[in-house]
Every structure is written in C-alpha cells, then in structure tokens.
T-cell receptor
C-alpha cells in the first residue's frame, strides 16, 4: 500500500521568502511522485513530477522538488514566494511500472500556503 | 486542444436520492479516473475506466458506479446518497499507451451537497 504524509496543514510565508512544503511517502515499489496545486474553486494543476530521471525536478512557476530515497521525501521548494502562490498544495504518489491497471494517485491531505505582503 | 470538462458545476441533492456526474476527457485521452475530495482533505481515488471497462477501484461501496462511452467521456453515478457523500468530485483524463499511463489532467470538479 502507498501513502503520503504532508506534515502541517498550513504554512504562512512573507512575499519573497523561501517556500518549503514537506512530503514524505511510503511505497513498496519505486514510486512516481507528484505535486499538484489547487486554487480556490478549481481542479488540480500539475506542478511537477518525479519519474526516476533526475532526482531534482523543476516544475512550473519556479517550483522544484528533490527526491530523496533515503529519507522517503519529496519536499517542494520555491526560492521566493509570490502572492499568486497562495493556494492548496497536494503531494501524490503512484506505483511505478504499472500497466495502467489501478494506476491511481494517492494524495496527501494537502497544505494551504498563505503569502503575506 | 480542449481540456477536461465536468458538469454540472454544483449540485444539491437530498439523502437517498441518486446523482449522475459527467466528464468529458481531454482530446486524445482514453482513460478516465474519478476522485472524491471531501472538505479539507486530499482527493481519494474512486475508480478508473479504460476502453469502457472499470480498470481499478478504490475503497468505495458499490453504490458508486460509472460508465465510459466510446468517445471516452464518462459518468459517475451515486445511488442512495448519504450526507458524507458531500464533496468535490474530480475527473481526470490520461492517455494509456501500451504499458504506460501518462499524466492525469484534472477537470474543475463538481461540488455535490447532500442535505
């Protein structure tokens, strides 16, 4: 079984400050890992994904994440927060190498990011 | 390229009623997954459809059922609605090619309220 833990439900940073959103995963097989962002009253938008290539993954809007197998982590960072980054962020895990049968995404509970002016 | 669309946007039902939610997948995609997102929670996998057949199911009771049509659009049906079914229902489409399933693209969701 797979699972994702996102510690803390709310992170608040000042505009221009570093953003760090934590994600730890549990998987019996090498995972695919994803970060999604959800703005109010909208669906999920993919920020970035890890699929076994480089361990440091760059995504949209200046976000990046590093896969650390030894720590079972996939933390999301952005060097300088912008007001428009305020949203809900979800980390998700999917089994690697599945044929497609039951290739579901397992999500964490999400973290709300607030950005102070 | 048209993205994933869902209808209706909002829906209010009463306990015991039945509801049908609809999803049109992104152009070129052949796989549809449905997720339930309760307030303050992450999305939970309900089931996935590929080639008009259920292709994996999460921990949801049989009163949650679905269909996929030849044009790859999909429906989610929920019978005997319960208060706990109140949630945002998300549809995601993807392309399954050979043994690989690529990135899932999400629609805006349908907000279901059960009174």
């Amino acid at each position: 079984a797979q699972s994702v833990t996102q510690l803390g439900s709310h992170v608040s940073v000042s505009e221009g400050a570093l953003v760090l959103l934590r994600c730890n995963y549990s998987s019996s097989v090498p995972p695919y890992l994803f970060w999604y962002v959800q703005y109010p009253n909208q669906g999920l938008q993919l920020l970035l994904k890890y699929t076994s290539a480089a361990t440091l993954v760059k995504g949209i809007n200046g976000f990046e994440a590093e896969f650390k197998k030894s720590e079972t982590s996939f933390h999301l960072t952005k060097p300088s927060a912008h007001m428009r980054d305020a949203a809900e962020y979800f980390c998700a895990v999917s089994d690697r190498g599945l044929t497609g049968a039951n290739s579901k995404l397992t999500f964490g509970k999400g973290i709300t990011l607030s950005v102070r002016p | 390229e048209t993205g994933v669309t869902q209808s209706p946007t909002h829906l209010i039902k009463t306990r015991g009623q039945q509801v049908t939610l609809r999803c049109s997948s992104q152009s070129g995609h052949n796989t549809v997954s449905w997720y339930q997102q309760a307030l303050g929670q992450g999305p939970q996998f309900i089931f996935q459809y590929y080639r008009e057949e259920e292709n994996g199911r999460g921990n949801f009771p049989p009163r949650f059922s679905g269909l996929q049509f030849p044009n790859y659009s999909s429906e989610l049906n929920v019978n005997a609605l319960e208060l706990d079914d109140s949630a945002l229902y998300l549809c995601a489409s993807s392309l399954r090619s050979g043994r690989a399933v690529n990135e899932q693209f999400f629609g805006p969701g349908t907000r279901l309220t059960v009174l």
